[in-house]
């Protein structure tokens, strides 16, 4: 149980769990996507939104692990609509196939829960050759939503309903390279540094959101982009490549950090909220606006990275 935290402008702080920010909001005749949906935050998020209505596809990896959090799910909720639907977005090649079969099925899409993630990982490189943080963190998604962004605008013509685009960001991005991304050392091995390397990523996710908002702003969409921070959480797996910091994050979890249910809040607020009708470009923290690094908000950096994404993601 998260034990410090003031309550925002929003009427929700740190200590708000995801059930409390979604109260009385229903969800139905919505349809969205969670990737990394087979566990902590993903699977939280999951339940609270299929709670309140909304049919959710889960994008996930492991689909054995997937379909056991939907039984447990479908038990609480027998009513809940939910689908398993496998995503590797280390693999564009998976991304590509996802989003493909996902238009083929000619479901709607209301909502991109943009959700799951690595941390810290040591260097490693996807299967594109890209360094393994960026490449799951940022690219994936990137690519992940500029394949499902016409399906979402069609579902915003058609259901009259406003698209949100939501990013998992972190306070990590304030711990980052100095020039924020390292477009031309993005896999360089020699100068890694892994905790500044996953700063990248998640810096990488703001930058993202508010690029993509500019130009759907731009462009007239009734569809938002943000990003946010969930909280320091200890029960995800985000640590599973650090197992003594995991073990101790564990101990004093108890404590000082939150529990699932507050970490999923922020993203579950951003998604169904109507306080966050036509917010579009902004960081969260705790249920509201906060204020991200100079880096998160240069649009000269997210215009670079827009770039530099689309030219690491177009099919040579």
């Known amino acids: 149980?998260?034990?410090?935290?003031?309550?925002?402008?929003?009427?929700?702080?740190?200590?708000?769990?995801?059930?409390?920010?979604?109260?009385?909001?229903d969800g139905n005749g919505l349809t969205a996507i969670v990737t990394g949906a087979s566990s902590?935050?993903?699977?939280?998020?999951?339940?609270?939104l299929a709670l309140r209505g909304v049919y959710v596809i889960m994008a996930v990896r492991n689909v054995e692990a997937g379909k056991k959090v939907k039984e447990a799910v479908l038990k609480e909720s027998p009513s809940a609509k939910i689908d398993v639907m496998e995503l590797d977005l280390s693999s564009m090649e998976s991304v590509r196939k996802f989003a493909s079969d996902y238009i083929a099925s000619g479901r709607a899409l209301n909502i991109l829960m943009n959700n799951a993630g690595v941390m810290a990982t040591p260097f490693m490189l996807s299967h594109d050759g890209i360094?393994?943080?960026?490449?799951?963190?940022?690219?994936?998604?990137?690519?992940?939503t500029?394949?499902?962004?016409?399906?979402m605008k069609k579902t915003v013509v058609e259901s009259k309903k406003e698209g949100r685009i939501v990013n998992l960001s972190s306070e990590g991005h304030r711990l980052t390279y100095g020039e924020g991304v390292r477009f031309d050392k993005i896999n360089d091995e020699s100068e890694y540094r892994t905790i500044f390397a996953y700063g990248q990523s998640k810096l990488s996710n703001i930058l993202h959101a508010k690029e993509l908002a500019r130009r759907l702003?731009?462009?007239?969409?009734?569809?938002?982009?943000?990003?946010?921070?969930?909280g320091a959480i200890a029960a995800t797996n985000l640590l599973r490549f650090h197992g003594l910091i995991n073990a101790v994050a564990t101990s004093i979890a108890t404590f000082v950090l939150k529990?699932?249910?507050?970490?999923?809040?922020?993203?579950?607020?951003?998604?169904?909220?109507?306080?966050?009708?036509?917010?579009?470009?902004e960081y969260f923290v705790d249920s509201n606006i906060a204020n991200p690094t100079n880096h998160a908000k240069d649009m000269e950096l997210a215009k670079k990275l827009w770039d530099f994404s689309m030219d690491l993601t177009t099919p040579k």
């Open 1 to 25: 149980m998260w034990i410090f935290g003031w309550t925002g402008p929003s009427g929700f702080s740190a200590r708000s769990t995801a059930e409390e920010v979604t109260e009385g909001i």
């Open 40 to 48: 902590g935050l993903g699977e939280e998020t999951t339940r609270v």
């Open 131 to 144: 360094e393994l943080q960026f490449a799951t963190n940022h690219i994936g998604h990137f690519l992940l």
């Open 217 to 230: 702003k731009e462009e007239g969409v009734e569809i938002t982009a943000n990003a946010l921070h969930p």
């Open 259 to 281: 529990n699932v249910q507050q970490g999923a809040a922020t993203q579950c607020y951003v998604a169904l909220n109507p306080q966050v009708k036509g917010v579009s470009g």
């Open 146 to 151: 500029n394949l499902l962004l016409e399906t």
